[in-house]
């Protein structure tokens, strides 16, 4: 169903563009410039490989656990649902969250850390800045550009944060997108959700994904309070729900409350504010936000996950192996580069630690697995 769209939110017809000129769609094809951006990437190789990316348990380790693509898709999804709600661009909000995570390294954050810190003397290594480069640069499928084209909104979405330095070292390619940084200027109202959008998905699958693997005790989470009072009026509508229907009730019931509260604070800001185009919002403070009290139970349920699960002995175990591996093939292919397929060695020519960190962060965990067991034995 088609929402009209409010004045502050981002449309097709004040779309900064792409920027290399591509006739419009045919008009009886009915897609938009976002949807054309959500199409392309979903299409695009790199976003097939989200499948066999870590999202926080290796992928290996069970079939019900979330990985980088069922994790970008509940992002899209709880997206979506809020952007509905506040007349904002659905299909910008979707072709960002499906493509948020595109940058993302095999293993999850080990591998970032670990190729960040090969690339230490070499600019360093972001994931957000990564994403970009996948749809600017990486992806090969027309005959006259490089990446997929996409729209400076989409685009705008995915750098949802860059270093000052990279800022500088990638001026003439980053121009407006890196200009809002140093400007202190705020994304569309679409972007500042999709980034929402992924604290949410992640916060409450990661429960979910916790609790199964064991390495979370369902009832450690009462000591937070987004946890405990949700478990209080489940069990009061559920007096006898245990185990994982529990689970899931309660998550349902974060989930609701969550959305809930973002929905209605974001709508009491832009009524205060009173954006009146997209270009109003790039000047406003952000808009799309929790209120003070949720926010506040946000904050401690993602430092509980942090200590608990995150930093739990059994994933960073894991994860150390990984750092391992990445370490390893870094060394290898800067002194063996003939190992890197043939279509990569052409990426910048002139950089080959970055060219390796392009090739590495490309890699799914099986892939990641296999070269090095290849190489290293
Ligand atoms: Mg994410």
Same mark, same amino acid.
């Given at each position: 169903?088609?929402?009209?769209?409010?004045?502050?939110?981002?449309?097709?017809?004040?779309?900064?563009? !792409?920027?290399?000129?591509?006739? @419009?769609?045919?008009?009886? *094809?009915? !897609?938009?410039?976002?949807? !054309?951006?959500?199409? !392309?990437?979903?299409?695009?190789?790199?976003? #097939? %490989?989200?499948?066999?990316?870590?999202?926080?348990?290796?992928?290996?380790?069970?079939?019900?656990?979330?990985?980088?693509?069922?994790?970008?898709?509940?992002?899209?999804?709880?997206?979506?649902?809020?952007?509905?709600?506040?007349?904002?661009?659905?299909?910008?909000?979707?072709? +960002?969250?499906?493509?948020?995570?595109?940058?993302?390294?095999? /293993?999850?954050?080990?591998?970032?850390?670990?190729? &960040?810190?090969?690339?230490?003397?070499?600019?360093?290594? =972001?994931?957000?800045?990564?994403?970009?480069?996948?749809?600017? =640069?990486?992806?090969?499928?027309?005959?006259?550009?490089?990446?997929?084209?996409? @729209?400076?909104?989409?685009? =705008?979405?995915?750098?949802?944060?860059?270093?000052?330095?990279?800022?500088?070292?990638?001026?003439?390619?980053?121009?407006?997108?890196?200009?809002?940084?140093?400007?202190?200027?705020?994304? @569309?109202?679409?972007?500042?959700?999709?980034?929402?959008?992924?604290?949410?998905?992640?916060?409450?699958?990661?429960?979910?994904?916790?609790?199964?693997?064991?390495?979370?005790e369902m009832d450690s989470l009462n000591d937070t309070e987004l946890w405990n009072s949700r478990r209080h009026i489940?069990?009061?509508?559920?007096?006898?729900?245990?185990?994982?229907?529990?689970?899931?009730?309660?998550?349902?019931?974060?989930?609701?409350?969550?959305?809930?509260?973002?929905?209605?604070?974001?709508?009491?800001?832009?009524?205060?504010?009173?954006?009146? @185009?997209?270009?109003?919002? %790039?000047?406003?403070?952000?808009?799309?936000?929790? *209120?003070?009290?949720?926010?506040?139970?946000?904050?401690?349920?993602? *430092?509980?996950?942090?200590?608990?699960?995150? #930093?739990?002995?059994?994933?960073?175990?894991?994860?150390?192996?990984?750092?391992?591996? +990445?370490?390893?093939?870094?060394?290898?292919?800067?002194? &063996?580069? %003939?190992?890197?397929?043939?279509?990569?060695?052409?990426?910048?020519?002139?950089?080959?630690? %970055?060219?390796?960190?392009?090739?590495?962060?490309?890699?799914?965990?099986? /892939?990641?697995? *296999?070269? /090095?067991?290849?190489?290293?034995?």
């Amino acid at each position: 169903m088609n929402v009209e769209l409010a004045l502050y939110s981002a449309q097709a017809k004040t779309s900064l563009g !792409r920027v290399h000129p591509e006739p @419009s769609e045919p008009t009886n *094809s009915g !897609r938009n410039p976002f949807q !054309r951006d959500r199409d !392309r990437i979903l299409h695009c190789a790199a976003f #097939r %490989r989200l499948e066999y990316k870590t999202q926080v348990f290796l992928n290996h380790e069970g079939d019900d656990f979330r990985t980088r693509l069922t994790h970008s898709l509940e992002v899209a999804q709880i997206g979506r649902a809020i952007a509905r709600r506040l007349q904002l661009n659905e299909d910008l909000v979707e072709a +960002i969250s499906l493509a948020h995570d595109l940058g993302h390294t095999p /293993f999850g954050h080990a591998g970032q850390d670990a190729l &960040n810190a090969c690339m230490h003397q070499h600019d360093g290594f =972001e994931h957000n800045l990564q994403s970009l480069w996948v749809v600017d =640069e990486l992806e090969e499928r027309y005959p006259t550009f490089n990446g997929l084209n996409l @729209s400076y909104e989409t685009r =705008e979405g995915i750098l949802k944060h860059v270093s000052r330095k990279n800022i500088r070292i990638h001026q003439n390619w980053l121009g407006a997108l890196a200009d809002r940084f140093e400007n202190n200027l705020q994304p @569309s109202l679409e972007a500042q959700l999709a980034n929402i959008a992924d604290e949410v998905a992640y916060s409450n699958h990661d429960i979910d994904d916790g609790i199964r693997s064991g390495l979370l005790e369902m009832d450690s989470l009462n000591d937070t309070e987004l946890w405990n009072s949700r478990r209080h009026i489940v069990l009061k509508l559920y007096p006898n729900l245990e185990g994982r229907r529990l689970r899931h009730e309660v998550i349902r019931h974060m989930l609701h409350v969550l959305i809930d509260d973002l929905v209605n604070h974001s709508k009491l800001l832009i009524a205060q504010y009173h954006p009146k @185009s997209i270009d109003d919002v %790039r000047h406003l403070p952000p808009l799309i936000s929790f *209120s003070d009290g949720m926010q506040h139970q946000v904050v401690e349920l993602k *430092s509980f996950l942090f200590k608990n699960l995150y #930093r739990h002995p059994r994933v960073v175990d894991v994860t150390h192996e990984a750092a391992t591996q +990445i370490n390893f093939m870094f060394s290898f292919f800067l002194e &063996n580069p %003939r190992e890197i397929p043939a279509h990569f060695r052409v990426q910048d020519i002139n950089h080959p630690h %970055r060219r390796i960190a392009h090739y590495i962060a490309g890699m799914t965990d099986r /892939f990641a697995r *296999s070269e /090095f067991m290849r190489f290293a034995t």
